[in-house]
Each structure stands twice: as C-alpha cells, then as structure tokens.
C-alpha cells in the first residue's frame, strides 16, 4: 500500500472458522456507514473481501485452530485498499495469470460435479485490482476499488 493521504486505516482479525468472515462484512458495513465512501460499491467490496477471507481461512490457513486471517484495510478519497492475510504459504503469485486461472475454472465445471475455484474468478470480477504478495511471513491478497 502506498503512503497517500489515507482517511481511515484499520485492521480486524478473525479466527480460522467457516461463518467467521460475515464479522468481516460487518466492519465493512459499519465502516462505510460512518465514512461515506463508496457506499455505491459496497455489495460488490463485501463479496469480493469476503470470498478472499473464506480463500484464506480454507486454503492458506486450512481451517486450522488458533490461526488467524487479518484483514487491513485504507481508505482515500478515491480508493479503497482490502489487504487480507493469512499464516499459509500462499501459491506462486509469480506464475499468476489471470487468462490461465479462467482456462482452469472452466476446465472444473466441466469435469466435476461440484467445481472449485470461483471465487477467486468472482473476486477479479468485481475489484479495480487484485495483486499477491508476501509480507512478515503472511501471504495476502491485495484487493483495490476505485471509486469512479
């Protein structure tokens, strides 16, 4: 995250368990309510921040008891920066195409009666951007809205 003039800064934890993640959409609402940015977008951040939430509970922390996914969040005028981490090795972000990733989404539904892998496909969908990254030992996903 950039060192721009950012209005509000927070961050929130929540234990490595399924249902967890609504505290998250929780603060977001409340947050939004007393800022008054983005409330336009807010469906669409609270989709997108939480599906990477429920991502780093089952796939970075393996629902593992006494771990915990963080959520740091920045909010400008005209941006709002959702960085959730997880205590999991991450993937090689390096190697992350997003062409690919549509490629091996559509390859699941095809062949299996319950596919996997949406989420992330639905996170590009409703962010301005989604980076990947290491950080104090944490993998996290970086998800931007611009408010246009």
Same mark, same amino acid.
């Given at each position: 995250m950039t060192d721009e003039e950012w209005l509000v800064g927070t961050e929130w934890s929540i234990p490595s368990e399924f249902g967890q993640e609504k505290?998250?959409?929780a603060n977001m609402v409340q947050l939004s309510g007393t800022s008054g940015l983005f409330g336009d977008r807010l469906d669409d951040m609270i989709t997108a921040v939480t599906e990477a939430c429920l991502n780093a509970l089952e796939h970075g922390n393996k629902l593992a008891s %006494? =771990? =915990?996914v963080r959520v740091k969040v920045n909010v400008s005028v005209n941006r709002a920066v959702y960085r959730i981490y997880d205590e999991g090795p991450g993937f090689d972000y390096t190697q992350w195409d997003e062409a690919r990733l549509a490629e091996t989404v559509a390859e699941k539904k095809l062949h299996e009666?319950?596919?996997r892998g949406w %989420?992330?496909?639905l996170i590009l969908s409703l962010a301005d951007r989604v980076r990947f990254g290491n950080e104090e030992g944490a993998f996290y996903t970086e998800i931007e809205f611009i408010d246009k």
């Open positions: 505290r998250i959409s %006494g =771990q =915990q009666d319950n596919p %989420g992330l496909k």
